[in-house]
């Protein structure tokens, strides 16, 4: 896997996922699940299965996001959102935490962030958190 993974967060997903999504952010995800580049933690499965609306859309959601690959949440993971967490709030940053875990997934693993949330952008400017810009 020369190009490496891609962890693809909950706000790019919406959009995959959606028939009304950005056209363009669907045909990245569609790219990288082609290569077989996507990955997910548990924190963005979590989050995607919120919103489904139907027991059908959950099981089809879960059994589609589990065959990716995953990234668990250890307890490395969880230390590095605490630190995450404590050094936005030094630099004035309020982030939601499951953004900070998420983020913390991404410094953990060989892999990079693919987002379209605000609060990443703020994070990677602060603490280096990789991201992937297609």
Known sequence: MAEGWILIDTSVWI???RPSGNPLL???VHHLLAEGRAAVCEMIILELAGGTRTEEDY???CEDL???QLF?????VWKSAYRLAHTARLKG???PATDHLIAAVALNYPCRLFHRDKHFDLMARHVGIPVWKP
């Open 15 to 17: 959009h995959a996922l």
């Open 72 to 76: 668990p949440i250890t307890a490395s």
């Open 93 to 95: 940053l309020s982030i």
């Open 66 to 68: 589990e065959a990716l």
């Open 26 to 28: 669907r045909e990245q």
């Open 59 to 61: 099981q089809e959601l």
